[in-house]
């Protein structure tokens, strides 16, 4: 009798040590219970297969908003092939004024695609549209917003190599024209280069990525 008066008188005692200390059991819990969660989209790296398809989506949507550029120059390809065929000629041959005509276009064109990807990624998007579609966006090495300087150093490594051809391609003098056949050529073998070693990265990031120090992921649900 004397020994269950014993036990039990410690049984209460500890019961008032917990109830004066409710602490103790708090510490007891893992420091992990207290973390925030951390978004899995955050960390999951898009495939290049989606990029690629988010850049398919941008020629898209560049083909469209580019169309008052394109139709002059259209119109003007369009007229002298027809010229061309009645005539018998093996050749189009383009005037000075249509010459021009073409020239300006293919600068403007490019100018306006410079511009189309340097803004977009370093707004408020975070990528293009075609990426913004799709649920991915650019970020820095830390994962923040790119400022507009990095965005365009990102595009011009990205672009560069092939900008000559969008130039120089449909230039009726040969010179010309071949220098800018050889840099499509040279853009072509750049990005496949690019691909390849991204399949080693962790990040999945291309060589314009390097340079620039971004990379793409998944957007969260926030966002």
């Given at each position: 009798?004397?020994?269950?008066?014993?036990?039990?008188?410690?049984?209460?005692?500890?019961?008032?040590?917990i109830h004066n200390k409710p602490d103790t059991?708090?510490?007891?819990?893992?420091?992990?219970?207290?973390?925030?969660?951390?978004?899995?989209?955050?960390?999951?790296?898009?495939?290049?297969?989606?990029?690629?398809?988010?850049?398919?989506?941008?020629s898209v949507i560049l083909l469209f908003l580019?169309?008052?550029?394109?139709?002059?120059?259209?119109?003007?390809?369009?007229?002298?092939?027809?010229?061309?065929?009645?005539?018998?000629?093996?050749?189009?041959?383009?005037?000075?004024?249509?010459?021009?005509?073409?020239?300006?276009?293919?600068?403007?064109?490019?100018?306006?695609?410079?511009?189309?990807?340097?803004?977009?990624?370093?707004?408020?998007?975070?990528?293009?549209?075609?990426?913004?579609?799709?649920?991915?966006?650019?970020?820095?090495?830390?994962?923040?917003?790119?400022?507009?300087?990095?965005?365009f150093r990102r595009y011009m490594f990205l672009?560069?190599?092939?900008?000559?051809?969008?130039?120089?391609?449909?230039?009726?003098?040969?010179?010309?024209?071949?220098?800018?056949?050889?840099?499509?050529?040279?853009?072509?073998?750049?990005?496949?280069?690019?691909?390849?070693?991204?399949?080693?990265?962790?990040?999945?990031?291309?060589?314009?990525?390097?340079?620039?120090?971004?990379?793409?992921?998944?957007?969260?649900?926030?966002?």
């Amino acid at each position: 009798m004397l020994s269950m008066n014993l036990l039990y008188t410690r049984f209460l005692r500890i019961c008032l040590e917990i109830h004066n200390k409710p602490d103790t059991i708090t510490s007891m819990k893992s420091e992990k219970d207290f973390m925030p969660e951390k978004s899995l989209d955050s960390e999951r790296v898009p495939s290049l297969w989606l990029r690629f398809a988010a850049n398919t989506l941008d020629s898209v949507i560049l083909l469209f908003l580019s169309l008052p550029l394109i139709i002059p120059m259209v119109f003007v390809v369009f007229r002298q092939t027809i010229d061309a065929l009645e005539s018998g000629a093996q050749q189009v041959s383009y005037t000075h004024n249509q010459q021009l005509v073409i020239g300006f276009t293919s600068l403007a064109l490019l100018l306006f695609t410079v511009a189309y990807y340097t803004f977009t990624t370093s707004s408020r998007l975070q990528g293009t549209l075609g990426k913004a579609i799709l649920k991915l966006k650019v970020v820095d090495s830390d994962g923040n917003k790119i400022n507009r300087s990095t965005s365009f150093r990102r595009y011009m490594f990205l672009a560069g190599p092939g900008m000559p051809y969008s130039l120089l391609g449909s230039s009726q003098n040969m010179i010309a024209s071949g220098i800018g056949v050889f840099f499509s050529i040279v853009q072509t073998v750049y990005l496949i280069i690019s691909a390849l070693q991204a399949q080693n990265d962790p990040h999945k990031r291309m060589i314009h990525d390097r340079f620039a120090k971004t990379k793409v992921v998944y957007k969260t649900h926030a966002q």
